[in-house]
């Protein structure tokens, strides 16, 4: 019995046999001529741009809209002209179309893999995805991989479009053994709610893999191969444990999140792009707390424009109607680093040029995105966050540009609504400090507590080795949230948390008894919140245990 890390995708177990997927290798070889092989290039790009249309289709068919965009995004990719001109370089050196598109892909993806941005990061897969299906297309090798049986598949990494052709109840898990968190096949997987694992240390994927018996514990991020019978047994019967707590949980959908003694909270989600949505319906978030809006800057080639903006907001918004949809203005900068953004070198860039000061800095930017927010909102219940704020002054710039978008958008008789809740996000201590004051200009709060952690301890929560130091739930930490919920209460705002913190087992019921109003999580545990907040007397919890 051998037993591997990895990091969880998706909750869950599963006990069954391995299939392994690999990737298509090509070794360097001498090719036809510069022009053959970029002509060959070219058809092969034209076949994959085809056929990820198809997979839009079938991923609208099966998922929706929203996931299906995924594939759109894939399709910029392929057709990107940096692409293009790196395999163009490659082919300088009279090597296939194959081994051009291959040692293309990687170059782009390592420039993503460098960055410290954990969404930049996963771009990289992205990108080897799309070499690989032009790849394919040009070796004529486009059966793709096929499941003869229910299996836990085991890959480096596995393309999307690959996901989307296997039957799903064919699939038990997912190991994606060099995968991320926040890849679009993990983002897939998650809403298709496969157990899965990714990041798993010490692995190799290999062919003698193939066929061996396994048990995946996504739950704990267990990988166990040829388990003794004893072991089978035990995770038999989890697994079937599991499955009946998970079906109890169908309960707790439609009905509001009380705790014991009666006290409301609303269990927001957290998402990063639109295609995540329907998932957060499914599990009946109550709103989205935290639509991260970077990423539409951070997959474009260039600033996106005012409409492009306007059609992701409404998408949302649409679908979340009359749900509250909570959109965070961009936060770029720090560690989310964009080429056309032009930004300057820093040394410490955490503490650096980013959010609302590029936003000071450069204004037309944030009036684009307030526009298209603004004309967002008459689509649903929009709200708008400003991450980063450390003074009044910045509050009194965002109020300013806000009606000047409001202004430009009447002028041209545009539609929105006019009673848009503006909200700021309280992850400094500076704004922790000064919330008593915040709370009379602002319509709500939103405390994100990986950086209030991280700026409260004067620890960089991106530095390996201050892991063990990283303690969101220090004292100096849970004191300052409770005096931004109690100057919040007291103005008779909201305020809600966002960060990791808010699905928290231990810290739980002292965001009850401090009355938070609303946690916002990833959609996966809207449901298990809800039942442990059911759970939860707050006349029971002390809060001398916590601050």
Do not use: W
């Not at 970029?38 to 997979?55: G, I, K, M, N, P």
């Not at 995770?235 to 959908?253: D, H, P, V, W």
């Not at 996106?304 to 109607?321: G, L, W």
């Amino acid at each position: 019995m051998k037993a591997y890390k990895g990091n969880r995708v998706f909750e869950g177990y599963a006990l069954g046999r391995l299939a392994v997927y690999s990737a298509i290798k090509v070794e360097k070889a001498v090719g036809l001529g510069k022009e053959k092989e970029f002509e060959r290039f070219c058809h092969a790009r034209e076949e994959t741009v085809q056929a990820l249309d198809v997979s839009y289709a079938e991923a609208l068919e099966k998922l929706g809209e929203k996931e299906a965009a995924l594939f759109e995004t894939h399709k910029l990719m392929a057709e990107d002209l940096d692409f293009e001109d790196a395999v163009n370089a490659e082919l300088d050196g009279d090597v296939t179309a194959e081994f051009a598109v291959q040692s293309a892909g990687e170059q782009l993806a390592e420039i993503f893999a460098s960055m410290d941005d954990a969404y930049m990061k996963e771009r990289a897969n992205d990108v080897r995805e799309v070499a690989s299906r032009i790849i394919s297309f040009l070796k004529k090798d486009v059966k793709g991989f096929v499941l003869e049986e229910p299996s836990i598949i085991v890959c480096d990494d596995l393309p999307s479009n690959e996901l989307m052709k296997i039957d799903r109840d064919l699939i038990l898990g997912i190991v994606f053994v060099k995968g991320g968190t926040n890849s679009h096949v993990s983002i897939l997987t998650r809403m298709l709610e496969i157990p899965s694992l990714c990041g798993v240390d010490g692995m190799v994927v290999d062919e003698s893999l193939d066929g061996v018996y396994a048990i995946l514990d996504a739950n704990k991020g267990d990988m166990i191969f040829e388990p003794e019978s004893q072991v089978v047994a035990d995770y038999t019967a989890r697994k079937r444990s599991y499955e009946e707590e998970k079906e109890k949980l169908q309960a707790f959908k439609g009905k509001p999140t009380l705790s014991r003694d009666g006290k409301k909270t609303e269990i927001y989600s957290n998402i990063a792009s639109s295609f995540e949505v329907e998932n957060a319906l499914k599990n009946d978030s109550e709103g989205i707390g935290l639509f991260r809006s970077e990423f539409l800057y951070l997959e474009s080639s260039d600033y996106p424009t005012e409409d492009e903006q306007f059609e992701h907001y409404k998408r949302v918004v649409e679908a979340m109607n009359p749900r509250q949809v909570i959109i965070r203005t961009l936060d770029i900068g720090a560690d989310k680093k964009i080429d056309y953004f032009d930004l300057p070198d820093e040394e410490n860039p955490a503490l650096g040029f980013r959010s609302i000061r590029i936003c000071q800095a450069r204004p037309h930017i944030f009036l684009t995105q307030l526009k298209a927010l603004y004309r967002a909102s008459h689509y649903g219940n929009l709200a708008i966050m400003v991450p980063m704020i450390i003074s009044l002054s910045e509050v009194d710039f965002i109020k300013r540009t806000a009606a000047q978008a409001r202004d430009e958008l009447r002028a041209s008789g545009i539609p929105f609504k006019e009673d848009v809740k503006i909200g700021i996000m309280i992850e400094t201590p500076s704004a922790a400090v000064l919330s008593d004051l915040f709370a009379e200009q602002v319509d709500f709060f939103s405390i994100g507590t990986n950086d209030l952690t991280q700026y409260t301890l004067a620890l960089d929560r991106v530095n390996p080795n201050l892991k063990e130091q990283f303690d969101p739930r220090h004292r100096s930490v849970t004191r300052l949230i409770k005096t931004v919920a109690d100057n919040a209460h007291k103005a008779g705002i909201p305020v809600g948390i966002c960060g990791e913190l808010a699905r928290d087992e231990i810290l739980l019921p002292f965001f009850v008894k401090i009355g938070i109003d609303e946690l916002s999580v990833s959609p996966a545990y809207t449901l298990q919140l809800r039942k442990r907040i059911s759970e939860i007397d707050t006349k029971d919890v002390d809060l001398k245990d916590f601050i």
